[in-house]
């Protein structure tokens, strides 16, 4: 089955920019260290960051790649709300993750207002070890602040693989 | 936090041990405003063929990070992060974060340390979960925290 279709393939460059509804917030960042279990104070203690050379608490820097609340989305069907393609791909195939690239750039505060932009890299397919079609779709989000400042990279790869017969 | 380890290549990382279960996939999905029902919905899942709601694959990001700032110390600052999927983890396995140094390099008053790591679910069987990751961070070479 061929899965890069013209119809696919035509996202390739395709951009779309996310401005949060409103900034982080102590607490965002204390819920996700918490769920995460990490237990670094810089994340809470103003005292910790400050020694640690920051000027207010930090998030975790993983936080910003996870986080869809800059999306400000209603929940779909199955519930998700964060930033999708709804790439047009034929029917019979499974999506799942790939994998990630983070760069950090910058220290996430509680006072960003998050600034995203997602933009369709590349595709590629591939033929599994078992004959199915994998369809591989690398995505680059540009997280910025208010100011314009670049606060991290991640370069998400999807996979859609064939479900076989 | 052990802080303020002196960096050397071939240093292994205290191993990360975390249970991920269903209620921290609930608290995962609700800081990150991902409320896919995949991460919860035991009955979703077994109609996908599914033995559980499976763990955010972003989470492990998350946990190679604190592996290595609870190594390096709060003055470490994580540059990259780079991490590929091999299998999925279900609610309530068990998994370990391995990490090693393999990269130290003295730049601008900082070692640049490169350390890679892998995720395995904590068991028997041990599969890996997350293989081929690399972190990349700065610690101030006098490892002093700022004073206050």
Same mark, same amino acid.
């Given at each position: 089955m061929t899965l890069l279709t013209d119809e696919v393939r035509a996202y390739i460059g395709r951009t779309v920019r996310y401005t949060a509804p409103e900034a982080l917030g102590r607490s965002s960042i204390r819920y996700f260290a918490r769920a995460v279990?990490?237990?670094?104070?810089?994340?809470?203690?103003?005292?910790?960051?400050?020694?640690a050379g920051h000027r207010d608490v930090v998030a975790p820097p993983t936080f910003v790649c996870e986080t869809n609340q800059y999306a400000d989305g209603r929940p779909d069907d199955d519930g998700y709300v964060g930033h999708s393609w709804d790439l047009p791909v034929p029917e019979g195939t499974r999506l799942v993750r790939g994998g990630h690239e983070y760069e950090f750039h910058a220290p996430v505060h509680p006072d960003v207002v998050l600034d995203v932009s997602w933009t369709v890299e590349g595709m590629e397919e591939k033929t599994s070890r078992s004959g199915?079609?994998?369809?591989?779709?690398?995505?680059?989000?540009?997280?910025?602040?208010?100011?314009?400042?670049?606060?991290?990279?991640?370069?998400?790869?999807?996979?859609?693989?064939?479900?076989?017969? | 936090?052990?802080? &303020?380890? *002196?960096?050397?290549?071939?240093?292994?990382?205290?191993?990360?041990?975390?249970?991920?279960?269903?209620?921290?996939?609930?608290?995962?999905? &609700?800081? *990150?405003?991902?409320?896919?029902?995949?991460h919860f919905d035991q009955a979703y899942a077994a109609e996908r063929g599914l033995p559980g709601p499976i763990v955010d694959g972003q989470m492990f990001g998350a946990l190679l990070v604190e592996q290595v700032q609870d190594e390096f110390g709060p003055r470490a600052q994580v540059t990259s992060v780079v991490f590929r999927f091999a299998s999925m983890v279900y609610a309530g396995e068990p998994v370990r974060v391995d990490g090693r140094v393999v990269e130290v390099e003295e730049t601008d008053g900082c070692h640049r340390i490169t350390v890679d790591q892998e995720v395995t679910v904590d068991d028997e069987e041990g599969r890996t979960a997350v293989k081929g990751a690399r972190t990349v961070v700065e610690v101030p070479v006098d490892g002093q925290e700022v004073p206050a």
């Open positions: 279990g990490d237990d670094n104070p810089c994340y809470t203690d103003d005292e910790a960051a400050a020694r199915t079609s994998l369809l591989l779709v690398t995505s680059l989000a540009e997280y910025r602040d208010q100011a314009g400042t670049l606060l991290a990279r991640n370069r998400e790869t999807l996979i859609y693989q064939e479900v076989a017969t | 936090m052990t802080g &303020g380890t *002196t960096p050397q290549v071939g240093l292994a990382l205290t191993p990360l041990r975390r249970c991920l279960r269903s209620v921290d996939l609930v608290a995962y999905a &609700g800081a *990150t405003w991902d409320w896919h029902r995949l």
